[in-house]
């Protein structure tokens, strides 16, 4: 007998959040805490945060002292911490790095327990939101980045009759987030 992956399982569960809020857009999705807790995607987040790779948070717990200590039981805790609403998210590492124009700006890093309970996150409810999601929204999505979006807006400029569009376009990359507190 085969026994379905995680990914398998993670996938077919993605599938029919999704399925469900694009058939029904006013649904409201319960119970998502437990599929978040699930075994298979707290498995899949690993591997996930995994793939991505950087640098331990701090906690100093690297990808390599966890799977020398085992991976399995350092999920099962954290699975067991997020069912017994014992879960806290650590404080970031906060590192400087440096600007094209001499200065730095700081970078928060996570501990890897956090990117993989943030992943686990995002894997449930990422399919409900991108549900709801036009096709010419770009951020933060899968397969999708700002370039996307910029080549997108060229298109839309050099492709006009007689040098003038009906269609206005707004469009800002320059410090987006300076302002967010």
């Not at 999705?29 to 331990?56: M, Q, T």
């Not at 067991?80 to 790095?97: F, K, S, T």
């Not at 970078?107 to 409900?128: C, E, K, S, T």
């Not at 003038?164 to 987030?177: E, K, M, P, V």
Request: aromatic residues 8%; positive net charge.
């Amino acid at each position: 007998m085969c026994l379905p992956t995680p990914t398998k399982t993670v996938q077919r569960l993605q599938t029919s959040l999704q399925t469900k809020a694009k058939a029904e857009p006013a649904y409201r999705f319960y119970a998502l805490w437990y599929k978040v807790c699930r075994s298979d995607v707290i498995e899949e987040a690993f591997r996930h945060c995994r793939a991505n790779g950087g640098a331990p948070g701090i906690d100093g717990i690297s990808f390599d002292k966890i799977e020398a200590q085992g991976r399995k039981q350092w999920l099962e805790g954290i699975r067991q911490e997020l069912r017994g609403g014992a879960y806290r998210p650590q404080p970031l590492l906060r590192v400087w790095i440096p600007k094209s124009n001499g200065g730095q700006r700081p970078l928060g890093i996570p501990p890897i327990r956090d990117r993989v309970v943030q992943m686990a996150v995002v894997l449930v409810i990422g399919p409900i939101f991108e549900a709801d999601m036009l096709a010419n929204q770009y951020g933060f999505r899968p397969e999708l980045d700002a370039k996307m979006a910029v080549r997108q807006v060229l298109w839309h400029v050099s492709n006009t009759e007689g040098g003038r569009s009906s269609t206005r376009i707004y469009a800002t990359t320059s410090r987006q987030f300076r302002t967010v507190r």
